[in-house]
Nanobody, 125 residues
Framework: QVQLVESGGGLVQAGGSLRLSCAAS????????MGWFRQAPGKGRLFVAT????????DYGDSAKGRFTISRDNAKSTVYLQMDSLKPEDTAVYYC??????????????????WGQGTQVTVSS
């Protein structure tokens, strides 16, 4: 297991940018695929992006393609989500999660076993 803490959320105007961070504790972080999900009020938790354990492969949900970038710094045990060209519909609580060891996890939340507490992102129009 790995403990995860998200940060970097906040209030931003449409068209702006935010960078979310997810800091992990535990020496096993470097072996896990990592993902970002989001949950808007009254909606389910939806896939945003995922990155493999060494940062060589990524995948994005349709809402994130071309606007969001996932990356990781294993030396800092941190995964990032750079969000550009934000839209009001991006408003949600964003969660990071740890997935498969030594691989790439997919878009299904059941593939992830450890979750952070979430960080709120609000995009005003």
């Amino acid at each position: 297991q790995v403990q995860l803490v998200e940060s970097g959320g906040g209030l931003v105007q449409a068209g702006g940018s935010l960078r979310l961070s997810c800091a992990a504790s535990g020496r096993t972080f470097n072996s896990y695929a990592m993902g970002w999900f989001r949950q808007a009020p009254g909606k389910g938790r939806l896939f945003v992006a995922t990155i493999d354990w060494i940062g060589g492969r990524t995948d994005y949900g349709d809402s994130a393609k071309g606007r969001f970038t996932i990356s990781r710094d294993n030396a800092k045990s941190t995964v990032y989500l750079q969000m550009d060209s934000l839209k009001p519909e991006d408003t949600a609580v964003y969660y990071c999660a740890a997935g498969a060891r030594y691989g790439l996890s997919g878009r299904d939340r059941t593939e992830y076993h450890s979750w952070g507490q979430g960080t709120q992102v609000t995009v005003s129009s």
